[in-house]
């Protein structure tokens, strides 16, 4: 998982609180993304970016909002937090255009909304 | 989203068995990927499959991505404990969506 990192590892809300989940890669790729696993599930996309300035929704965006300032930073914003937002987040990187086999995933970060 | 099916959910195995898990979809894809999870850890690539029919392996590690384009499975061959983790499949529809199973947890016992 080198070069994709992820904070905070864990973090504990309360409903209708806001927070940042931030996200940086090392590796100059231009696709980002942003995933939430909960239990039984797969991982499901949220939002994702193809390169600076450019965002688009995934599965699953309601929520959440992003930006792509730069190549290596792609934050994402739960403006209120609901406890239905309860899960894991993994950011991850890739070479665009190169599907699949150069995807980096981030350790994850654990969200609790009380 | 897509549905991706992956069976089993969950299995025990006898460490030095041969592992078999699947994965089918009601859509076709252009890619299929296999990841392993470790706890508290994100999704690692372990094979990365690109057109129909195609058979990889990567050590004991043997996947293949089927003639319709809508199912994949992923063998292990003589297991071992740290293959212990949640497997999970993948695919691509070439809309820079990766939509993923819902994961076969594998116990390995010693």
């Known amino acids: 998982n080198a070069g994709v990192t992820q904070t905070p590892k864990f973090q504990v809300l309360k409903t209708g609180q806001s927070m940042t989940l931030q996200c940086a890669q090392d590796m100059n790729h231009e696709y980002m993304s942003w995933y939430r696993q909960d239990p039984g599930m797969g991982l499901r996309l949220i939002h994702y970016s193809v390169g600076a300035g450019i965002t688009d929704q995934g599965e699953v965006p309601n929520g959440y909002n992003v930006s792509r300032s730069t190549t290596e930073d792609f934050p994402l914003r739960l403006l209120s937090a609901a406890p239905s937002q309860t899960s894991v987040y993994f950011c991850a990187s890739s070479i665009a255009g190169q599907e699949g086999n150069t995807i980096y995933f981030g350790e994850g970060s654990w969200l609790t909304v009380v | 989203g897509q549905q991706l099916n992956q069976s089993p959910q969950s299995m025990f195995i006898q460490e030095g068995e041969d592992v078999s898990m699947n994965c089918t979809s009601s859509?076709?894809?252009?890619?299929w990927l296999w990841y392993k999870q470790d706890p508290g850890e994100g999704p690692v690539l372990l094979i990365a499959?690109?057109?129909?029919?195609e058979l990889t392996s990567n050590g004991r590690l043997t996947a293949q991505f089927g003639i319709t384009r809508k199912d994949s499975f992923l063998n292990i061959s003589a297991s071992i404990p740290s293959d212990v983790g949640i497997y999970f499949c993948?695919?691509?529809?070439?809309?820079?969506?990766?939509?993923f199973g819902t994961g076969t947890r594998l116990t390995v016992i010693p």
């Open positions: 993948a695919g691509y529809t070439g809309a820079n969506n990766l939509f």
């Open positions: 499959l690109y057109k129909a029919g």
């Open positions: 859509s076709i894809f252009n890619t």
